[in-house]
Nanobody, 115 residues
Framework: QVQLVESGGGLVQPGGSLRLSCAAS????????MRWYRQAPGKQREWVAL???????DYADSVKGRFTISRDNTKNTAYLQMNSLKPEDTAVYYC?????????WGQGTQVTVSS
């Protein structure tokens, strides 16, 4: 069974940092495009960042320059380093693994940016 497990969310003040982790089943991780999405209350889920199997990243304009996506294939884990956090970054963050033929989702982790 394929599983994605996110961790690292929490409450942080504006301007602070958090690092999210997404641990994936070994059977899919190394060949998957890994993406992070987020969903704020009352809003649609939006794409945040992706990293290809070859470790090429891409970012939504709203997070470019503040967030960094990475992956460690030896640990089957993807990361999202979030710096200079803003209140509008508050959302549930979801990890997604795209194998090309299937998509898998984690359960989400809450990020709250508030003073």
């Amino acid at each position: 069974q394929v599983q994605l497990v996110e961790s690292g969310g929490g409450l942080v003040q504006p301007g602070g940092s958090l690092r999210l982790s997404c641990a994936a089943s070994r059977s899919i991780f190394s060949t998957s495009v890994m993406r992070w999405y987020r969903q704020a209350p009352g809003k649609q889920r939006e794409w945040v960042a992706l990293i290809t199997s070859g470790s090429r990243p891409d970012y939504a304009d709203s997070v470019k320059g503040r967030f960094t996506i990475s992956r460690d294939n030896t640990k089957n884990t993807a990361y999202l380093q979030m710096n200079s956090l803003k209140p509008e970054d508050t959302a549930v963050y979801y990890c997604n693994a795209d194998t090309g033929s299937n998509n898998y989702w984690g359960q989400g982790t809450q990020v709250t940016v508030s003073s």
